[in-house]
């Protein structure tokens, strides 16, 4: 797994420097150790794709770690690096982080269910972070039809799932 995720490093130092420039580095060596301990393949790849939001929750718990202990939090609030919107010191608990894998992990469920032309579609475009059109390019599909495919699956998703996502926020 870690040599797959090591194929993302740039971006997951990318990730860790929203956090801090400074120590990005070690942010995403603490949390390779982290990943490999308590992690798998499945939650890191969906479908030999990164899974970004895993990882970045990943890599945010192993900086509030960090933030959150007392001799780094002087050197940490002091560099003044800390991309103050990502940090959500008071309101960090490590069971709302479950509740958002578990409401993840039930979506990607739903997701599973759709017949494989529209769950492949879907993925891909929510996992590879191409536009519509450049999608239509790739696949030779017509951009309405992709707009109106994703438009009926994200419909789908938000009436299964608007009432669990709004007692999570």
Known sequence: MLNELYK???ELIKMASVF???DAEDIVQETYIKMHLYSSYDK???NDIL???YVF???RSVFLRQFLKKDNYE???NEGDVDEKYLIVDEFNEEEEIDWYKFRTKCEAEVNS???YDKKLFTIYRDSGLSMQELANETKISKTSIFHSLKEHKRKLKDLFQTDYN???
């Open 75 to 77: 050197s940490f609030y």
């Open 20 to 22: 801090s420039k400074r």
């Open 114 to 116: 759709w017949d494989a």
């Open 57 to 59: 929750i990943c890599i």
């Open 44 to 46: 890191c790849f969906t």
């Open 8 to 10: 993302y490093h740039k």
């Open 167 to 169: 007692n999570l926020k």
């Open 51 to 53: 899974n970004k939001s």
